[in-house]
């Protein structure tokens, strides 16, 4: 029966193991340990940057009496190390058995894991890379460490250094809460190594989605609550994401953002993306209200096309969250801060000094957010959660191809209204479906006018983007997520005057839409591709 002394009971730490591959802080960690009565056990290239810094070391082999072999795979799985940190200091057969066995107690793990998501996320790496990188004996050890707690301190995370030696100074030893926690730390380590590895290698079998979904993130921090006031709420950040993402945005100014602030600018950021994608030279600008757009534009510069996104719904505009996809300058940031409106959050890849300053100066608490060049590497997924499971979906990064639609019915499209088609596509692809969008070309680019969104029939969303572009609609390109089941919406958007009507195609009634653009010498072109967001 194991035995543990008060709960209470400070664990001193006479013994510790340390073995890193972030080298950061870990001299100053270990002289300090040193200092305080420690012994030092350590491995490899740890053992040689503390002895290089003149600290006193017992290393590994010399502590077992058995020598590291098999290219540094088998060094700690030794019995002495792990009878060391194992052992219950309580337990009177317990320490018999370490006794007759010469095993000395081990009160500190100080280990980090080799970086295999870093590794396998290197463009060309090679299975047998990726395999060496598959730590062992470092697992091991935590869990081991961690299993432990009553009695031993176990250390994940180089941010956990100063905590442990501020209680060994004030207390001699560390606190079994401060040890509890550490050992959850630890075991959430383990967790996400192992689910990256078991990721890793069923994707080098060709499976697209895993056997076990792991989700995996670091709680960033609680939120003062959710969609509503009487629902908690936390922020997650995945390690794995890599480029522009919210979650790992710099914020540079403004109050803490929300759990609907977060939403809404990922919403926004997503748009950003795609109408980045369409014209990489241009700037494409859009403002979301409740993870819908409520204006979007593409145009030469960040000013001109958050002047056309705003106009897109200048009422619902204000108290929106904006983001562009290029470098916001002075005249991007004037635009912003023009008369009756203000934004909930700004988000771009950067904002110029001025810029900058500017925001700063007309908001107090507008929340502006910088996430570097907007880039995406590696398949995306969706994952969203329902009673008693999850559903897991590939992203849809799929960008607006507009060289590549067909053309149904009607005159041969124009360059200027298949440009223009693009943009509203993208805008479309970020409504809530059933979503219908229409806007087209304005000033020097292209501009979303008005949508539909959310509702439950299509002849409605038509009717709400109409009413929403309002004259706007005449001459414009009118863009369908999904196809139309009968002729009554392009009835109303022709009946508002829109002469181009993009929609995927795939109805056995097409023939009817078909039919009704050609008598009305309106251009009917299908993507072949649904755009679906729900």
Known sequence: MQQHNSPSRVAPVRRALISVSEKRGIVD???????????????GGTARTLR???LLVT???EHTGFPEMLDGRVKTLHPKIHGGILGVRGNAEHRAKMAEHGIEPIDLVCVDLYKFEDTVARPGITLDEAVEQ?????PSMLRSAAKNFHDVTVISDPSQYERVLAELREHGGTTLETRMDLAAS????TC?????????LRGRQGETFPRVLVATGARAGTLRYGENPHQPAALYVDSGARGAVVAGAEQLHGKELSYNNLLDASAALELALALAALEPGSAGACVIKHTNPCGAALAGSPGEAFDLAIAGDPLAAYGGIASCSTTIDLAGAERICGPDRFFEVVIAPDFAPDALALLRDRWKNVRLLRTGPLARTGVRRDIRSIPGGYLVQEHDDTPPAPAGWTHAAGPKPEAAMLRAGGVIEAAVRALSSNAVAIGGPAGHGCALFGGGAGQMDRVASCRLAVAKAGERARGAVAVSDAFFPFADGPEILIGAGVRMIVHPGGSKRDPDTFALC?????????????????
């Open 29 to 43: 960690f270990a002289r300090a340990l040193a200092g305080l009565g420690a012994e030092i056990l350590s491995t």
């Open 52 to 54: 290089d810094a003149g």
């Open 59 to 61: 290393l590994v082999e």
């Open 134 to 138: 598959i730590d062992i004996g470092g």
């Open 186 to 189: 630890a075991y959430e380590r």
């Open 192 to 200: 996400t190594f192992d689910a990256a590895i078991s990721a890793y």
């Open 518 to 534: 050609e008598q009305h010498g309106v251009t009917c072109m299908t993507t072949g591709v649904r755009r679906f967001r729900h």
